[in-house]
T-cell receptor, first 112, second 114 residues
Framework: GENVEQHPSTLSVQEGDSAVIKCTYSDSASNYFPWYKQELGKRPQLIIDIRSNVGEKKDQRIAVTLNKTAKHFSLHITETQPEDSAVYFCAASDTGGFKTIFGAGTRLFVKA | DSGVTQTPKHLITATGQRVTLRCSPRSGDLSVYWYQQSLDQGLQFLIQYYNGEERAKGNILERFSAQQFPDLHSELNLSSLELGDSALYFC?????????????FGNGTRLTVT
């Protein structure tokens, strides 16, 4: 069945450094790839998304890249800040939008 | 505020019991999704409804069932509860069936089974 693998499970960086989280997906029909941030005890919230007809998208300090051939996509956070500390989830959904499947999450710690 | 309302916020019940979790999607959203998040775990997809019809099923146990009503609110019913069912249950909604449409999550219902 559909599967999304996410690495690393935990990431610790120094404030100001960059953080990269990688995901791979199995369903070749997937064409929409959102990223969600979940702070402790709160709901997941969309931070950025990318569609299959785009290779890269940037929003201030956050960027996402997509390689459809290799079936992987990545989240890049530059100039990390303590408030970036949270769990980040990648996800993939297909044309029908059914079964938006999430990766297992990456717990990011940004040390001040 | 995402516009997705989940009730109750907390629920404590005993093993063997049955509970109902309720979700009201954002105004205009036709699709509702249910996810289970156990402690320090990821988001496990349970089930999706679109405009009243079931569209996709994930790893939902037979003891669990859900439905979406004509007013688009949804309920998740959990029966014969076990200790392992203790988790945070999220409802999310989207405008369409999800293609190119992000999910908007509610604040979740924390279920504790004792």
């Amino acid at each position: 069945g559909e599967n999304v693998e996410q690495h690393p499970s935990t990431l610790s960086v120094q404030e100001g450094d960059s953080a990269v989280i990688k995901c791979t997906y199995s369903d070749s029909a997937s064409n929409y790839f959102p990223w969600y941030k979940q702070e402790l005890g709160k709901r997941p919230q969309l931070i950025i998304d990318i569609r299959s007809n785009v290779g890269e998208k940037k929003d201030q300090r956050i960027a996402v890249t997509l390689n459809k051939t290799a079936k992987h996509f990545s989240l890049h956070i530059t100039e990390t800040q303590p408030e970036d500390s949270a769990v980040y989830f990648c996800a993939a959904s297909d044309t029908g939008g059914f079964k938006t499947i999430f990766g297992a999450g990456t717990r990011l710690f940004v040390k001040a | 505020d995402s516009g997705v309302t989940q009730t109750p916020k907390h629920l404590i019940t005993a093993t063997g019991q049955r509970v109902t979790l309720r979700c009201s999607p954002r105004s205009g959203d036709l699709s509702v999704y249910w996810y289970q998040q156990s402690l320090d775990q990821g988001l496990q997809f349970l089930i999706q409804y679109y405009n009243g019809e079931e569209r996709a099923k994930g790893n939902i146990l037979e003891r669990f069932s859900a439905q979406q009503f004509p007013d688009l609110h949804s309920e998740l019913n959990l029966s014969s509860l076990e200790l392992g069912d203790s988790a945070l249950y999220f409802c999310a909604s989207s405008v369409t069936t999800g293609a190119n449409s992000p999910l908007h999550f509610g604040n979740g219902t924390r279920l504790t089974v004792t």
